[in-house]
């Protein structure tokens, strides 16, 4: 098995199958010039919606602008604090400042790399607008003890779930947890456009209407503006491509899954790769499959030097980040996000993965923790 090249990721390879149906998709699009929103986009909205088993979806312009338009139409402004965790894209943060409002952290749990409940309890402030859980790497959180301390509190909760398509807790898919759902449809994503692109799904009449007025510069009608909002419409083109690739969506999240179980079987047998543990309730997406390993910037070379391309997700966790220098927040503030940032290890992870990669991979991982 030597001389094998695994990449992290392979889009060409999911692409290649769909190129005579995405050349049809693109050719309807061109014919009906229906470039920005438009009906491919409403068509697109009604299936994601009863994908995520939600009344509605709205397409916007990418999982940053999900979170911003989710806090928005919630009236999180100047002085509010909005409850999230450190190890997230640095997204799921600049969703809550550019809203004005400051981003409260707490710790995650060290098995699931989710959200601590009990630390979301304590950090509840007379300022506290929303919480927005973090569905990492297609886990979701543990939804039910978050839910029920927001509700406590009377917080509405936002779920990233922009790592998370087709993710579910307790028979219950990510997305239809929360007042509102976040995706991200970033190419690389569980399912990825051609491009930059998002959603936010709700069962909620108003918030759906608020969203569907922010996101296309506060009109209702053309050129008649109730509010002011911006443009973070979803393109036709990335609607189509969406259509398309949701359809197999089911089908490669399970191959995903499946990958994780070799995975699994291969690694158990070395005690110093932590693997990653799907809560018994979750049915996890694996987005992405990260192990956690010791001198893990090494580890990530050698992999590298052997043909192996590994990721970090994500080196800095966001309280630490220069951007947010400004919190106070030391190193120690948070010790599990912190050592997570210094030992997770992202393996190749996409459906196309095939078994015998798989093995090399798991067989280099463990040469080089030996090394
Ligand atoms: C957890 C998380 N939140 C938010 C985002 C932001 O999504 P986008 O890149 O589509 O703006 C991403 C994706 O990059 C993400 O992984």
Redesign the pocket.
């Known amino acids: 098995m030597t001389g094998m090249q695994v990449p992290f990721l392979d889009l060409h390879a999911h692409h290649q199958p769909l190129m005579a149906d995405l050349a049809d998709a693109f050719r309807q699009v061109i014919e009906a010039s229906a470039f920005a929103g438009g009906p491919f986009v409403a068509r697109f909205e009604t299936e994601f919606a009863a994908f995520c088993r939600t009344r509605h979806a709205l397409g916007v ?7 911003w338009l989710s806090l928005l139409a919630l009236g999180v402004g100047q002085g509010d604090e909005v409850i999230t965790v450190p190890n ?5 943060a600049e ?1 809550i400042s550019v809203c004005g409002a400051r981003p409260v952290f707490v710790d995650i749990d060290e098995h699931t790399y989710t959200m601590d409940p009990v630390q979301l309890a304590a950090a509840i402030t007379a300022r506290t607008r929303a919480i927005i859980p ?3 790497f297609g886990q979701m959180a543990d939804m039910d003890a978050i839910l029920a301390i927001a509700r406590q509190h009377g917080n509405p909760v936002v779920e ?4 998370a398509h087709g993710a579910e807790y307790k028979g219950r898919r990510a997305g239809g947890l929360g007042v509102a759902g ?5 190419p ?2 569980n399912l990825g456009a051609f491009g ?3 959603a936010v799904t709700t069962d909620e009449p108003e918030l759906w209407t608020k969203i569907q007025s922010l996101r296309d510069h506060g009109q209702a009608r053309k050129y008649f503006h109730s509010v002011v909002g911006w443009n973070a419409r979803m393109d036709g083109i990335q609607a189509v491509v969406l259509s398309l690739k949701l359809r197999r969506l089911a089908d490669a999240n399970a191959a995903r899954r499946a990958h994780a179980q070799l995975y699994d079987q291969l690694l158990a047998d070395e005690p110093r790769i932590i693997r990653p543990v799907a809560a018994a309730h979750n049915l996890h997406a694996y ?1 992405i499959y990260a192990v956690r390993v010791q001198d893990r910037d090494r580890v990530l070379e050698r992999m590298a030097a052997r043909g192996v391309n590994c990721a970090i ?1 994500y080196p800095v966790p966001i309280h630490l980040q220069q951007a947010y220098a400004f919190l106070g927040l030391q190193p120690g503030s948070f010790p599990v996000a912190e050592r997570c940032a210094r030992e997770l290890l992202s393996l190749p992870m996409y459906p196309e993965l095939r078994p015998e990669q798989i093995e090399f991979v798991a067989q280099a991982l463990k040469q080089c923790l030996h090394q």
């Open positions: 312009g990418s999982g940053t602008d999900a979170l997230s894209f640095m997204a799921t969703a973090v569905h990492l990233d779930a922009c790592q976040c995706f991200s449809f970033y690389g994503k930059e692109a998002g987005h997700h």
